[in-house]
């Protein structure tokens, strides 16, 4: 959900070369890292929402439960591939924030990745509802529910167990982001075991896959706010009506409020416990981007280099 | 389907080096071309019609709805390492239609890529109808069948499923194809996030994987004109008869005429929304693979390097 | 569960830069590793636990026995990243006593390693009981027993099935935990065919997830002391009481004591038939690490290459 | 089955550094390569028998048909890891013969595989009948059969399905072994589409797991002669008796002959259709090596660089 490379949109402000044109080249900027992140969150959507419809409406003859961890796994991936260093494919809202809360992205960027991801979970609704929407009124007989045997609303939003009290899907939803986000924050650190150079998308890919295999089971894993909500509107547009608020208790916001808590502890978690404590060579600078410049040389350093050593 | 390197027939004949002879080095390309993309695939198809085959005659013994979905991914995997940089294995005429509107293929070679894969395609279906000849006829009693609870039919073309109209058809094959082509754009944009070097075929096996398990259960996500026509034909010959064309009212002209369109929007969707708006540096030229040559330095260019500032 | 890379604590102490404060840089390292090894340790347990807890309480609903291969062996990859190249990530005392004993890790730092595994664990133990304490109340109707229909201990700890005798159960163990060193030891052989670079974690992940499929259903490959004893002892505690200790014959101490063993035997054994055979070549010195510099030219020794044939 | 790099016996002898000790640098090549063969055989087959140990006596609860594809597929990619770069880890006396009939292995090495993989085949069906010991004879009462309901035989060598002839296995084992080779020649060829430098391993592992899962149904796709006879003799003895020579119309002898045809078929169809029509570029000399020094530039050749154009 987070393409390992955030993008810091303040730094290019700070550079010369932007000074003369701020605001026009801001404008542009927040266009394309909007389009890019509502591409990215309308494909992993597509392809995520698409794994569950099929086993619902396929009632086991279209895959189980593994192929719904494997939609939005690899969903999750081919977002990654699709959003890539445009906007950096975080399709997460808590992912946002939490890259706000820790300096990684300007908050005034957040607004545009939420308004963004919530356009594409939309619009990815209804591509779904469309494409399936034979097989889901074949399956529920025309009769939209949000609960009891054939029930469909949870082809498009979360909805908690039976079992399933308010505060422990609260703890649910804080605990399962916490470990999405302290996971990204190893996948992305290059002084520690990073994802490797390219396989980034298929990391993050396989962790959401494993999040839903090991914490998805009391409330189908939304660890999202935009994931969740924006389809959560749309059925309650399309049909389903206000019994997609009113169930589980008025579950709706806990994928709202839960998952941004859950990420900034996580992401915290890993910073205190690991990232901290890296000894920070002096020659180093400023980490990170200083020594992947290190590994690869490209052209016009190496000719630098030369000539620097060699005149 | 693609083997993220399209090959871009048109080039070589601008070059100095291949105006004396044009008309020879075209005939044995076309052949060299014809060769790699009918043996490519060919050895998508059996893979995937072997797994459909041996999830249909095992009655669930062999393998599940998933097992499907693995083979056509890694089969078509397998197939971009064995058509790999030769023909770029498409294997799938909406891919190399696609490749043709966006020019990355000169159109005059459509009809080689197409015939290729028509030939690759009825070969394996002949093929898997061999090995599990024994298997097909214990299954089914030796009553080939197109519908009914025996019906073997789908192990080498698609068929709708019972509820889906000719429309709702049509909508997901246009869908399904764009989700492939927008993605394979995606995975092969060099300014972007890329498949990593040397690991497109694994990519490209999962997103088709992903295809499977997020919009297969509505008629088998074909996505593929030549993928259907030619096992289709073959099925009709060797003893399913006329109703391969009659049964799901007249169901057989979907997968070629839907994907096409479906490669095309979302091919074409992918450059509008983010392609276009990567920004060019005025150095980098052509783009693509000038930034390739950036960052892999070849021995040569860098002994002009270092010839360059040295001397 | 070995980042493949084992720190070798004893090295910079004979560097001359550390001779003047080894005192506070060896409590410092023990810190930074301890901390990182308990995270990583945590990280594998809660994606690995949360995954039995799922399928046990989910009834098959949520994921089958596959799900457990695939929670642990994802867990294990995901850890590696995590604790990386800070602890090295063996998250297992049977790979750390086995790393000592081939001299890739100083045996003062064993009791580290162990108590932060154990540390790791248990915290996990604690982490998936909270989570999931909904749903197993509601599994097993507040009964927590270790054995009979509704068991739940086996959600933490190891158990043996009904038939497996004791000595059986400990060759089980023997066997399995030398495959996991026999493998480690091939997938970090520099000279041999080791996992590519920065693939490590998810090398090391499928090997955990074979071991599940392949030698798993004897007793449910502990193939480790920290990950089986600490979960064994939290359960003690929250409720299901001595029973996680009497059960399976005194079952408890053999996932202690078996794992070392064949921990070493399997490192002997790919160290005897295959490491010991390797040809050295007089100029490599120290073998795998010259060669991997060999490999990548880092900017500063680029730098001085280019200045001692220029100058 | 095939480490990609196949190593070439011949070649050494011909330089002029081992030309004074050849006979003894030969025993010691011979001891070296045999035991990293059998070793990785042995591997491939603890994990490949144990999955089909697990899944048959668990009866439904320790996996499932895909269970064994992926334990002979990843245990296909640890043996690669182990065996490597020593023997080439061919582990499948087919994947030998062929390598010897397109000369990228000397024929008098040919015995010195085949005995090493029968020894490491034999050896690893004893120890999985000692891990399973107990779990085969709680499965099957005691009683070890070839047929019937409560058959043990199928978890060490491969049997026919009952609907499948003599001959239509023959085909079913030609036509599996040459999709092997076929695929590992694309897997291997630098000119093409190879698997990425270091993933060769995994890449040779998912093919084995999709042949499982494609042409597995008909005779459990040994496609492998040392795999299949030296566990059915090892069972032989351990008190299956004759019957696991006499069982399904004598198909023993199936699995030694027709995979070294299948395998010489499917490497030509490749070599034919494909690697001939590779356009050699004058200045290449060999090929594949050539081009692989031109893209990472060892140390050594820099600094020679630096120096022929600097100086």
């Given at each position: 959900?987070?393409?390992?490379?955030?993008?810091?949109?303040?730094?290019?402000?700070?550079?010369?070369?932007?000074?003369?044109?701020?605001?026009?080249?801001?404008?542009?900027?927040?266009?394309?890292?909007?389009?890019?992140?509502?591409?990215?969150?309308?494909?992993?959507?597509?392809?995520?929402?698409?794994?569950?419809?099929?086993?619902?409406?396929?009632?086991?003859?279209?895959?189980?439960?593994?192929?719904?961890?494997?939609?939005?796994?690899?969903?999750?991936?081919?977002?990654?591939?699709?959003?890539?260093?445009?906007?950096?494919?975080?399709?997460?809202?808590?992912?946002?924030?939490?890259?706000?809360?820790?300096?990684?992205?300007?908050?005034?960027?957040?607004?545009?990745?939420?308004?963004?991801?919530?356009?594409?979970?939309?619009?990815?609704a209804g591509t779904i509802y469309g494409v399936y929407y034979e097989a889901i009124h074949?399956?529920?007989?025309?009769?939209?529910?949000?609960?009891?045997?054939?029930?469909?609303?949870?082809?498009?939003?979360?909805?908690?167990?039976?079992?399933?009290?308010?505060?422990?899907?609260?703890?649910?939803?804080?605990?399962?982001?916490?470990?999405?986000?302290?996971?990204?924050?190893?996948?992305?650190?290059?002084?520690?075991?990073?994802?490797?150079?390219?396989?980034?998308?298929?990391?993050?890919?396989?962790?959401?896959?494993?999040?839903?295999?090991?914490?998805?089971?009391?409330?189908?894993?939304?660890?999202?706010?935009?994931?969740?909500?924006?389809?959560?509107?749309?059925?309650?547009?399309?049909?389903?009506?206000?019994?997609?608020?009113?169930?589980?208790?008025?579950?709706?916001?806990?994928?709202?409020?839960?998952?941004?808590?859950?990420?900034?502890?996580?992401?915290?978690?890993?910073?205190?416990?690991?990232?901290?404590?890296?000894?920070?060579?002096?020659?180093?600078?400023?980490?990170?981007?200083?020594?992947?410049?290190d590994e690869s040389i490209p052209l016009e350093k190496l000719k630098n280099i030369c000539?620097?050593?060699?005149?």
């Amino acid at each position: 959900m987070d393409s390992v490379q955030s993008v810091e949109l303040e730094v290019p402000q700070k550079k010369g070369v932007n000074i003369t044109k701020p605001r026009v080249w801001l404008k542009n900027e927040v266009v394309r890292v909007g389009l890019a992140e509502s591409l990215c969150t309308y494909v992993m959507m597509v392809f995520g929402l698409g794994s569950v419809a099929q086993v619902v409406t396929g009632q086991g003859a279209f895959g189980q439960y593994l192929s719904i961890n494997l939609g939005f796994g690899l969903g999750v991936a081919m977002g990654v591939h699709v959003g890539g260093t445009v906007s950096g494919a975080h399709m997460n809202a808590a992912v946002s924030f939490t890259m706000c809360t820790f300096g990684r992205l300007a908050w005034k960027m957040l607004p545009v990745y939420v308004c963004s991801q919530l356009l594409g979970s939309f619009l990815a609704a209804g591509t779904i509802y469309g494409v399936y929407y034979e097989a889901i009124h074949d399956y529920c007989g025309g009769n939209l529910t949000v609960t009891g045997v054939k029930a469909t609303a949870g082809i498009f939003a979360t909805y908690p167990a039976p079992y399933l009290s308010l505060l422990a899907g609260f703890i649910d939803q804080v605990i399962g982001t916490a470990m999405l986000l302290l996971c990204l924050m190893a996948l992305s650190d290059q002084k520690n075991k990073p994802a490797a150079m390219g396989s980034e998308p298929i990391a993050v890919g396989l962790l959401v896959l494993l999040i839903g295999i090991s914490l998805g089971s009391n409330s189908s894993y939304a660890i999202n706010p935009t994931r969740d909500i924006a389809p959560r509107v749309f059925t309650a547009i399309a049909g389903w009506g206000a019994d997609v608020f009113r169930s589980g208790n008025g579950w709706w916001w806990v994928p709202l409020v839960a998952p941004p808590i859950g990420g900034v502890l996580g992401g915290g978690l890993y910073k205190a416990l690991v990232e901290m404590h890296h000894q920070t060579l002096p020659e180093q600078g400023q980490g990170k981007n200083e020594k992947l410049e290190d590994e690869s040389i490209p052209l016009e350093k190496l000719k630098n280099i030369c000539a620097d050593v060699c005149v």
